[in-house]
């Protein structure tokens, strides 16, 4: 059996499918890019009958990116598998990704349809979409949950028409390591054309238990590993890329496996993530928790300044992480903040040079220091979030203990300036207040309805002038958008924030989606 493992990500099909998560068409192809060089064997660009937007997401990355092979998700449907290929068929290597739920309890509830119907739909679906290209997927939607004989013979049956990777989900989170892997062995110990596709896992964490079912999954065979970055996606998310990875890495003497990952590109793929969702990772998350790293203990301190092996696994540099390297300062040029950079992984053209280093020299007015973690704050603000409707001009807020904070606010909506001043009247607590009075303001300019449901502030790098990081979370009529913004002043980094996520609520409400399972029979 070959020792390597395919690595799928679905960062931007079910990952995006987290709450608030949604990205618009810039936003996907940087990520794309930025998955590219990370080095996946397959990325999932989205499903395009969910949208017109999410069509248009799909083509543009299967025509951008060219060495990673590209699929789009499509219901067993003519109608979606001609949207997913429609969307895909200018990459350089085209997948086409259908699935079809298989457990009893899906086929009485959602489907209406007995299990000789979905075998049959199934095998139509496959044949129909290897019309299209020899690379075809079908996954069998809660697998772990379907008779495991059933599975045997619906993989048999679409293999014999063509599938070429047969995926395996654990769709609601509800396997066990132990048990998932006995699943996996039996389906390709009583499947007798299985050696004819590759074998997938795809695992969801409502139990905790994603890294643990996928690493499980791949031992009893399967090689192919279906991952999001930083773990995020539906409920409590997908088996995390890095997690995965890094365990075959770090394990390589008892696994003997290998995948096409470059680790180093971890971390920047990380905080790419979650800078464009708005998604913040936890502190203790594995890899690339902003903990994962850090000894706090004296006795680990000690240990690990004598040796690092005493208490690090893992070498913090191979997953890209620099530790807080000063990289700039105030008097760095033009040319050294340009290969910075492109050090990073950023190329950007003329246009968006010059007007990030206006930021960097503003910026480095105010800090010290210039850190990684500040250059990509600066990336993600001004280049990366595409500013559909809302742009943030000017802010100025007047607080003070006694006084009424007064907020000054300068909008661009759709090309033309707005401007208004307004108080703050909400929250009791006083270093808050500010953050009130400029959030009213702005609602005010652009009439949302929206509810502010989450605020939290985090710094992005330690030091008293670390710059402030603010995610939001806002809900109108059921739409829900997470927003994110960063500057040394947290107002004005909760002012970004707020219109961040103004921005994505408009996005979402031009853009509708379907969920995979909507539109089902
Ligand atoms: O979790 C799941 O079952 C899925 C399929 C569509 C592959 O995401
Ligand atoms: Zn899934």
Request: proline share 3%; aromatic share 6%.
């Amino acid at each position: 059996m070959k020792n390597h493992v395919v690595i799928f990500d679905t960062t931007l099909r079910d990952g995006e499918q987290s709450p608030g998560a949604s990205m618009n068409a810039a936003e996907k192809l940087r990520l794309a890019r930025q998955l590219e060089k990370l080095g996946v064997d397959v990325m999932e660009a989205g499903f395009p009958a969910s949208s017109p937007g999410d069509f248009e997401s799909v083509r543009t990355i299967a025509r951008e990116i060219r060495n990673v092979q590209v699929t789009a998700l499509a219901r067993t449907s003519k109608e979606d598998i001609d949207r997913a290929w429609g969307a895909v068929r200018d990459a350089a290597n085209p997948r086409i990704h259908t699935f079809i739920a298989t457990s009893d309890l899906h086929l009485k509830y959602k489907l209406n349809m007995d299990r000789d119907q979905v075998v049959k739909e199934a095998v139509e679906a496959v044949r129909y979409a290897k019309s299209f290209t020899d690379n075809v997927e079908i996954s069998t939607e809660d697998g772990t949950r379907s008779d495991r004989d059933y599975l045997c013979k619906i993989f048999g049956a679409v293999i014999e028409a063509g599938a070429t990777t047969v995926n395996l989900p654990d769709t609601v989170g509800y396997a066990v390591p132990e048990e998932y892997s006995q699943l996996i062995t039996y389906v390709r110990q009583h499947t007798p054309n299985i050696h004819k596709a590759v074998m997938s896992v795809h695992c969801h964490n409502d139990l905790g238990l994603a890294t643990a079912n996928t690493l499980a999954g791949i031992r009893a065979g399967a090689r192919q590993a279906e991952v999001t970055v930083n773990g995020i996606g539906e409920r409590a998310g997908n088996t995390s890329l890095e997690e995965v990875v890094m365990a075959l890495n770090t394990r390589r003497d008892l696994m003997k496996l290998e995948t096409s990952i470059n680790a180093n590109q971890i971390h920047p793929t990380s905080r790419l993530t979650s800078m464009i969702t708005g998604i913040v990772v936890q502190p203790n998350k594995a890899i690339v928790g902003a903990n994962a790293f850090a000894h706090e203990a004296g006795i680990h301190q000690d240990g690990v300044l004598k040796n690092p092996m005493t208490y690090e696994i893992m070498e913090p540099e191979t997953v890209g992480l620099a530790g807080n390297n000063l990289v700039l300062g105030k008097h760095s040029g033009r040319h050294a903040f340009k290969d910075k950079l492109a050090q990073m992984g950023y190329e950007l053209s003329n246009e968006e040079l010059n007007r990030l280093f206006g930021k960097f020299k503003e910026l480095a007015d105010k800090r010290k220091e210039i850190l990684e973690e500040d250059i990509e704050a600066l990336v993600a603000e001004e280049i990366l979030r595409v500013p559909d409707v809302y742009e943030l001009k000017y802010l100025n807020v007047v607080s003070g203990t006694v006084e009424v904070p007064t907020a000054t606010v300068k909008l661009k909506i759709r090309g033309e300036e707005a401007k208004s001043a307004g108080f703050g009247v909400g929250p009791i607590d006083a270093a808050f207040k500010p953050i009130d009075a400029a959030f009213n303001t702005i609602a005010k300019i652009t009439g949302s309805s929206s509810k502010l449901m989450r605020f939290s502030v985090n710094a992005i790098t330690g030091g008293m002038d670390a710059q402030g990081e603010v995610t939001v979370r806002l809900q109108e009529n059921g739409l829900v958008a997470l927003g994110k913004g960063t500057d040394p002043d947290i107002i004005t980094a909760s002012a970004k924030a707020y219109v961040n996520g103004l921005n994505r609520l408009e996005y979402m409400k031009k853009n509708p989606r379907l969920s995979p399972n909507e539109g089902l029979r």
